[in-house]
């Protein structure tokens, strides 16, 4: 039995599958906010409550904001910043007396999709989220690829490429650069896009919600951002050429991104044609907390 754990900025979850990935339990609670110890009860909490329900122990795999820094073992980059600076792994094995494992939540949603989601079966697959942020992981072989920096992946911190010239320097961004990927094609970035153009201020939800009834400014708001993760992604695929891409994210649930991607992207990689399927997640927001679980191969 795999237990798998997403430790969020607002709840912690949990969920038990069995050797088939076929779910056995899923239990939720909310993060103490801020507070690292207590967050860090409140998992083992969690867990011993699966354990006790199933009558049995599992393997642990937590998938958490951020990555660990191979120079000090400690949690950097994470928005739950209560982490920053914390032994996550350590502590967590101390308090609960066995080896877990731990990935960066985009890694843990890769890993997901790879083994039992939409790209079930493909050997090299490129996951991305699309969201608050916009984060990636690579899994092959069903194995995650941290890296040796831990930030495989981080496709949203290059900058945007082939920009055009209303498109540079670009905005700011909270790691310090300008004109990153994340800042176009997270949500921020699409309403800032339909603000700077129309003048009205629309969530990305509705803009989405416009653009299907049919409004015209929505509507090339949508066309700009496809274009942009057109070219995002045609450059992930002239470095990496994965078998295929996962969305992930809130964004990713905008069905009209994905008619006519493909082309898009052809016209940007390096290639005669790209053939690569870009799909939607198959276990959307579950995505996350699966594949911290399939962290462990085998028990
Ligand atoms: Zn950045």
Redo the contacts with the bound molecule.
Sequence with gaps: MRIGVDWGGTKIEAIALDDAGALLMRHRAPTPSGDYEGTLRAVAALIAFVEKGLGRQGSIGVGAPGAVSTRSGLVKNSNSTALNGKPLERDLAELLGRPIRLANDANCFALSEAVDGAAAGRRVVFGVILGTGVGGGLVVDREVVAGRNRIAGEW??NPLPWARDDERPGAP?????SG?I??FLSGAGLARDCLSRTGRRKSAEEIAEAAALGDADAEVSLAIYQDRLARGLASVINVVDPDAIVLGGGLSNIARLYAGLPELVSRYAFSDGVETPILPALHGDSSGVRGAAWLWPSV
């Design positions: 949203g911190h961004c909270y790691c310090g650069k990153c994340e800042t």
